[in-house]
């Protein structure tokens, strides 16, 4: 018998009732949005009251395009600088002399040994820098990151190899990502679209940013913060570096090379005002070791000029009166407000691995947007009424209970598109209009395994049962086998791609409760009320 419980019609009819009420806010203007989302009380959960909408793309709403590029030899650089250090570590632990010092190369250095008792002590060491780089999932690869030759005369040469380029390339940009993300995050932006593009190129598309000069300040800035003393007029000079500084006008100011504090022991940044003067400035606190050692430094050179240097300038360079043990610091530098806001943002969110070059960058106007939504919209209206006409002409009173399950459904990808935070695009569009074709499969499928039923001399309450059990099977198989290649070209694919796998996959989920549970329903009810003697159609 077709039986439908009461509970499970209230249940059906709940889900349609709260798809509407999720899909709602997207109708709704931006202000009526935050004024439904303030009035929420503060002991109710946010999520109780509906209030999200649907984000539209970078190709609807228009906004920035950036495409970043890591700068390889600056990686290589830091490479060989870090194989410098370790050489040089490996010789004081070993306690073995060189006359000549350690040679810096483009691409490595070269060390020369000529007592064999010390190279043979200090080879195995030496190979010990020459780690294998990392594999496909983290396995360990059959290339090393340093190459290591030993010359006859006792020259050792260790020079970095392509392979560990690559794998530093590699993590730098994971790394950059990261940075990145946190960065536009604190724009207040919504759903960025960070990603990696090629091998060493990074792609930002940010909906909504119509301002991609502050985009590019944010995204182009390094952001290496570090605490140094400024040098004394007696100090050696290889332990002086000439920095250009911002409270000077751009004049060079002698700083010394020995970092006593570094950014990446903060924990905390925000943009204030000074309460002397009334002029912004930013904020800082430490974790416990850079509190330690700034209390240290801060008590050692009491009256001294302490340099704030970022990304190779001095943007501050204050005296310190007193010690300061408490962790927390200001600096400032002849900030306007929003210079202030966005160097916080950068001191949270961290320094990045290397320097980014911008190769490409658009602004998308709102007016192509709104283009690609007209375009859209026609489409999406054509197939729906081609759709609906279809399932009406052909199956009559079971194709309008087809067409308004096809309705919830549509109501259903909106609504869960706006609780999960989505972002909708153009390829999303088409993902949808797809899925208005292939909801309606399900009931063909049902709806002529009827029939067939019905010819071969069944019963009408017979033929409706037999019909939905035995095509489900196959709606499942067909939907499985959808959802299995929408979840490839989630995983796999890249922007537009990703937006149409998401709303590819929303509607086979929100298919087979409303093409096969709902229609049953209505089915189910329609039956019971008119007590039909034979099919419709």
Known sequence: MLRFSRMKTFGVLLIAVLGILFAL????????????????????????????????????????????????????????????????????????????????????????????????RLLPRLRELAAPVGGLFGQTGSQNAVEINEQPDGLISLAVTDAGVNERVRKAIDQAIEVLRRRVDALGTTEPNIQRQGVDRILVQVPGLQDPRRLKEILGTTAQLEFRLVADPGAPPGDVEQLPSQEDGGASMPVEKRVLVQGEDLIDAQPGFDQRTGEPIVNFKFNIRGAQRFGQVTTENVGRPFAIVLDKKVISAPRILQPITGGQGQISGRFTVEAANNLAILLRAGALPAPLTIVEERTVGPGLGQDSIDAGKKASYVATVLVVGFMFVTYGLFGLFANIALAVHVILIFALMAMVGSTLTLPGIAGIVLTIGTAVDSNVLIYERIREEARAGRSMISALEAGFQRAFA????????????????????????????????????????????????????????????????
């Open 474 to 537: 196959t709606i499942i198989d067909s939907n499985v086998t959808m959802f299995i290649a929408a979840a490839i070209l989630f995983f796999l694919g890249s922007g537009p791609v990703k937006g149409f796998a998401v709303t590819l996959i929303l509607g086979i989920v929100t298919t087979v409760v409303t093409a096969v549970t709902m229609t049953r329903m209505m089915i189910a009810l329609w039956y019971r009320s008119a007590k039909p003697t034979k099919l419709p159609f």
């Open 25 to 120: 806010p997207s109708l709704l203007s931006l202000d009526t949005r935050k004024s439904i989302e303030q009035s929420i009380p503060g002991f109710l959960p946010r999520w109780i009251i509906p209030h999200q909408a649907i984000v539209l793309g970078l190709d609807l709403q228009g906004g920035s395009h950036v495409l970043l590029e890591v700068d390889t030899q600056s990686v290589l650089r830091g490479q060989v600088n870090t194989l410098r250090d370790d050489v040089r570590r490996l010789l004081r632990e070993e306690r073995i002399a060189l006359a000549g010092g350690i040679g810096v190369q483009p691409r490595g250095v070269t060390v020369r040994v000529a007592d064999q008792a010390e190279r043979t």
